[in-house]
């Protein structure tokens, strides 16, 4: 038995699962490349990973959403504003650095 993934959910669930019952749907089924394309058709090639560079030059490295909470966090991801899902683009003004911890949140809550 094992703690459910949940944030502050404190159930147990047993071995090959991850999350309880009540937490069931948001558990995330992952698609193999074959299905959802690979990181060069889903839009992330060689200009992505120029463009993420530069963004977190422009960003000084730091996670923008801990800084408006104001705490001081590195930043190892970038993420889009505006999810692509939703109309966003990959425009510098929708995309801002911020750390694993606040884009696993951020995603999180857009799912929802």
Known sequence: MRPCKHRGCSAL???GKS???PHASEEVKWKPDAVRGNRHARGY???WVKRRERILLRD?????ACRRAGRVTVATEV????????GGTDE???LQSICRACHKTKTGSERR
Do not use: I
């Not at 000084?60 to 923008?64: A, E, S, V």
């Not at 993420?79 to 939703?86: I, N």
């Open 79 to 86: 993420d889009h504003r505006v999810p692509k899902s939703q």
């Open 92 to 94: 510098d003004e929708n």
């Open 60 to 64: 000084c490295g730091l996670c923008q």
């Open 13 to 15: 669930v047993p071995g």
């Open 19 to 21: 999350y309880c019952e």
């Open 45 to 47: 090639g060689s200009a």
